[in-house]
């Protein structure tokens, strides 16, 4: 039997409703509307694409969004000095620094000067901690819509052995955490795990965040396994792909996300749901 493909698309159009529906109410509680600021650096197509993605989903649901498109070749005092007036900006709600940065600026300091309340992709350290402590606080959206993705099955996801590939702040950690918080059995594997494919098949719960196109094979998965493939990877033909084997995997996994329209739309989704948040909790 075909495991069933979780249709992120649709969950995401639907959330974005729910959203703009809290917008509307927001909007004449509040008698303002929720505002995001988008930093871009340079000229990055994908950067560039991923922002106008965010913007279109901006206007979508009613949220106010500026942006602030800074050259290449900005220095890291001009970048700080831009998240500094904005953190100060009662217009503005949410701030986001699309990443990744042009070479020579270093994101840390860069993120760290977004308020925490105003930080709608929290990875400032303020939110971090409160996810690791808690699960509370904004959590990163790309993690919290692996989530929703899995919730959407209906499989129980407590006394589930998860296995997370990739460690990197803004996917693997933040999803291991929540996964953890869910009360999963968490394994989070990266390039010097060994015997990779032994602890994929273990897995009742896969989440691939590697940047390797279809790099984990369909032999790996456990029959009936919930498998959110984060990847999103560029083939020489154009055409995207993610770090799953998606035709290997499909008819052994229980559920499968594919690439694209799996975990790309929930992370724009889950970007408005945070940006919601922050208005709402600034009043
Ligand atoms: P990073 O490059 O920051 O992290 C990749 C992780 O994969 C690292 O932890 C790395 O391990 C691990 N890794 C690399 N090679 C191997 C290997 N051979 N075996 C096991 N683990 C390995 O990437 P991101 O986390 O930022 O993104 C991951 C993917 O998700 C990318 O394709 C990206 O485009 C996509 N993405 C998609 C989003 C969406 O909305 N759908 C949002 C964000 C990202 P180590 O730490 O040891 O180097």
Not at 86 to 114: E, F, N, S
Not at 155 to 178: N, W, Y
Not at 206 to 233: E, M, Q
Request: net charge neutral.
């Amino acid at each position: 039997m075909s495991g069933r493909i979780i249709d992120g698309t649709a969950l995401a159009r639907r959330i974005r409703q729910e959203v703009k529906e809290q917008v509307d109410a927001f909007r004449r509680d509040a008698g303002r509307v929720p505002g995001l600021a988008v930093v871009l650096v340079g000229d990055d197509p994908a950067s560039q694409v991923y922002v106008r993605t965010k913007e279109r989903a901006c206007g979508e649901v009613g949220i106010r969004s500026q942006r602030h498109h800074l050259p290449g070749d900005a220095t890291q005092k001009e970048v700080l000095e831009l998240v500094e007036g904005l953190g100060k900006d009662d217009t503005v709600d949410g701030i986001l620094v699309q990443l990744p940065l042009p070479r020579g600026l270093d994101p840390q300091p860069i993120l760290h000067a977004v308020p925490p309340a105003k930080d709608v992709d929290g990875f400032h350290p303020y939110n971090l901690g409160r996810l690791t402590e808690s699960g509370e606080g904004i959590h990163p959206c790309t993690a919290a819509g692996v989530m929703e993705l899995i919730r959407s099955t209906g499989v129980e996801i407590e006394g589930k052995r998860a296995v997370v590939i990739g460690r990197s702040t803004i996917v693997g950690k933040p999803t291991a955490l929540l996964l953890l918080h869910a009360n999963a059995t968490v394994t989070v594997c990266h390039s010097r795990t060994a015997d990779l494919a032994a602890h994929v098949r273990e897995a009742d719960i896969v989440v691939a965040a590697v940047g390797r196109p279809r790099f984990v094979r369909g032999d790996w998965i456990k029959p009936g396994a919930v498998v959110i493939d984060v990847g999103i990877n560029r083939l020489d033909d154009g055409k995207l792909c993610g770090d799953v084997d998606f035709e290997g995997a499909k008819d052994v996994a229980g559920y499968i996300t594919p690439v694209p329209g799996g975990v790309g739309p929930m992370t724009v989704a889950m970007l408005m749901r945070n940006t919601l948040a922050a208005a709402r909790a600034r009043g």
